[in-house]
């Protein structure tokens, strides 16, 4: 289980046998809007107000890499369903962007009539709303 607050901080428990908390950072300065698990849950994105999405690493409690690109804040991600190189990214600055992870970085973007408030990864499509 993981959670964001108003203030950029990142927490992360255990809700198995052990519910003990297994991670603790502060990886933006401000809210944390979305969360999503990466690969086999060891990696954790975070969407955040101050306009970036991090991936962190859960065991060593640290950012490992940063995806910068959008103008104001990033108010939803969703990973692709099928692909799990792809991310796609919707903020209030009017845009909607998809993400290469391998190689961290911007591979697409749609400019929409209105701040965008979610994305949703579904099958082979990608849906946004504002």
Known sequence: MAAGNNNGDLYVANIGGNKDKIASLKPHFKLIRELAFLDDDSKLLTASDDGSIKIVDIASEKVVSVLEGHRQAVSSISPHQND?????????????????????????????????????????HVLAGG
Not at 97 to 123: I, Q
Request: one cysteine or more; aromatic letters at 10%.
């Open 84 to 124: 799990p190189r792809l991310l796609f990214s919707s903020s209030f600055d009017k845009t909607l962007k998809s993400w290469d992870l391998r190689v961290k970085t911007c591979v697409g973007t749609v400019v929409t009539g209105s701040p965008l408030w979610d994305v949703k990864s579904v099958g082979k």
